[in-house]
């Protein structure tokens, strides 16, 4: 009897040490893996443009007159302004001397890439308020650092696994497509 109970116990504790093993491989090292974080190339600030220059989002993020959008701006836009260096911030700097000066352009990220096989549309959104997709970009002083997964190269804001705000999944998009009475048939976002 003796040695029964402590064969069996010999046994839970290796299983349970190990069981703990893998959940912190599955939920803290797989992820950690699997995405490299990014910076933005330039610290633009829209607080700075927004809040304190009192730009509109339009200004910058506008329908194109084929209708199609406009999305992160370029940096012709930006040289109405930053023709040459306007203050002190070594960020602008570098914008003026590496993108505006070559007419370069630069490298954004976006954050919530579709896969390919997604059909999606912000002519069709332009009733819905931009932060019930995207995070809160108003007030922000510093672009959000960008998940890269490696093994899909999809883009998202968070590297948990389990977040709802960082990215663009397919139940977010049809979440609100049922609450608004939108057909979910594949066909409308796989085209
Ligand atoms: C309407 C004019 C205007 C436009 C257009 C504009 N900026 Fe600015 N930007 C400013 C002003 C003013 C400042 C503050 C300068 C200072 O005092 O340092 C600034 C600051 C910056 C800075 C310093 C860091 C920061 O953000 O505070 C960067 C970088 C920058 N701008 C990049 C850009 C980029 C990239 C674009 C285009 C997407 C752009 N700007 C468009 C006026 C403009
Ligand atoms: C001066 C030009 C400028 C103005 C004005 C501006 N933005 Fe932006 N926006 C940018 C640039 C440049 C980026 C890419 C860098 C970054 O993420 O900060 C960007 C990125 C974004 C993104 C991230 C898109 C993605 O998923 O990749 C959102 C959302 C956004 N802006 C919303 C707004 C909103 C809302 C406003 C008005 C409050 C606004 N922007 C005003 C230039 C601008
Ligand atoms: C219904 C959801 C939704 C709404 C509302 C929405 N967006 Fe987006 N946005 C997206 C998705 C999804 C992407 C990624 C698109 C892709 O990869 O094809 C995106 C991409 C972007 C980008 C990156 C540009 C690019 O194509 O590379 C910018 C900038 C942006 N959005 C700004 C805005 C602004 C500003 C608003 C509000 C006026 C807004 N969005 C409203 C879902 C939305
Ligand atoms: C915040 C709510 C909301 C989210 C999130 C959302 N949608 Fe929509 N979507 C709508 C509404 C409302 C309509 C109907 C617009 C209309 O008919 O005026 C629509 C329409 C569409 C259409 C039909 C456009 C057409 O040509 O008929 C497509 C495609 C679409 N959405 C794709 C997507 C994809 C892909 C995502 C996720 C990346 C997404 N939507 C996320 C609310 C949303
Ligand atoms: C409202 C828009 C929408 C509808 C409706 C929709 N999907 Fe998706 N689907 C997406 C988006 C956005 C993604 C990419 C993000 C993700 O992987 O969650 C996706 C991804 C997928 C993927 C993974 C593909 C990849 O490249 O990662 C499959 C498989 C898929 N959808 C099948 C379906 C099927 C089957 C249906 C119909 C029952 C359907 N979808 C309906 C928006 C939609």
Redesign the pocket.
Known sequence: MANKSSASSGGALPFFIGFIAMLFVGWWVFPQALFSAMEQP????HK??AED?G?ACE??HFFNEDGSYNG??A?A??A???SDV????P??KK?VEEYVSKEKE?PWVAYQDQPDNVFFSHAAHQKQECTSCHPDMAGNDTPPTVFVNKLTGYTQLDHKMLNDTGTMKMYRCERCHALNGQSNACYVCHR
């Not at 330039?42 to 600030?45: G, P």
């Open positions: 330039i610290r633009f600030s700075v443009h220059q730009m200004d910058c992160i701006p940096t836009k930006c109405e302004c930053h306007l203050g002190e911030d960020d602008e914008f630069v």
